[in-house]
């Protein structure tokens, strides 16, 4: 049996509760091998974002060659990139080495309110790397930004989801779980011609750091394994929802989604 093998290409979360940790358990509960591009180091704990370090990009780029030239990857999913050199070096090697199945998860609001995608990488990652995206994955304050426009209803998802499409990315997905819906959490997917919508129960918990990074890591699996794009999100859609439902608390802040379930378990 061939291994599947995808390429997460981020930040590093010191709470173990999202980014590249987040990545890996996400891609290996999907049953795909998780590998790590590092592009920035953070201080952070559940309380939020003390610090962030960047990678030189660089090395970033030498990370990549290192996994390229010698493993190879089905698909690549990229998180935090934080400055311009970084996104525009992440992009070259994904046309350097031909990767099809880009899925970019455009990290861009921590959820303490610290930017983690500086103004002219913003600008970058539009112009360079969402083109080359098989999928772009935003929660909606980050396509409010990508589409320089106010997102509070569904038909307001669809219409920015057209916009960023218009951009390059093949599929667009919105997550929407900040919308002001009571009972059900709402994402879109649009293909250019048609609108998906996926539905799952609103989960009442705070505990919820990781969840984008989470989904998009299990969609990246997924995809890797070869799962269209509607089938590939459907099932990460019930993955997060799982995970979020088996959230742990950590600390005195926000606790983090927890993918392995059962596996993993509070003292008694």
Not at 132 to 144: G, Y
Request: net charge positive.
């Amino acid at each position: 049996m061939t291994l599947v093998k995808v390429l997460c290409i981020g930040g590093s979360d010191t709470s173990g509760g999202a980014g590249i940790q987040a990545d890996l358990k996400a891609v290996n509960a999907c049953g795909a091998w998780g590998m790590s591009v590092i592009t920035a180091v953070t201080a952070q704990n559940t309380k939020g974002v003390q610090g962030v370090f960047a990678v030189s990009a660089e090395f970033v780029g030498k990370q990549i060659d290192a996994i390229m030239s010698d493993i190879g990857a089905d698909a690549v999913k990229t998180g935090m990139l934080l400055n311009a050199d970084i996104v525009a070096m992440v992009a070259d090697k994904i046309k350097q080495y031909g990767m099809e199945k880009l899925i970019v998860d455009p990290v861009i609001v921590a959820k303490g309110g610290r930017y983690l995608l500086q103004t002219k990488a913003r600008q970058t990652l539009v112009k360079k790397l969402l083109p080359l995206a098989l999928l772009v994955t935003p929660n909606i304050p980050e396509a409010e930004i990508l589409a320089v426009m106010e997102i509070k209803t569904i038909a307001a998802m669809k219409k920015a989801a057209k916009v960023i499409q218009d951009c390059g990315a093949k599929n667009v997905l919105i997550k929407g779980g900040h919308l002001p819906l009571k009972k059900e959490a709402i994402d879109i997917l649009y293909d250019g011609r048609e609108f998906y919508e996926f539905y799952a129960p609103r989960i009442n918990t705070p505990h919820t750091h990781g969840t984008g990074c989470t989904y998009a890591s299990a969609i990246a699996a997924r995809l890797a394994r070869g799962e269209e794009i509607a089938e590939a999100v459907f099932a990460a859609k019930e993955l997060v929802t799982a995970a979020i439902k088996n959230s742990v608390q950590l600390g005195t802040g926000h606790g983090s989604v927890n993918i392995l379930g059962d596996l993993i378990k509070s003292k008694r």
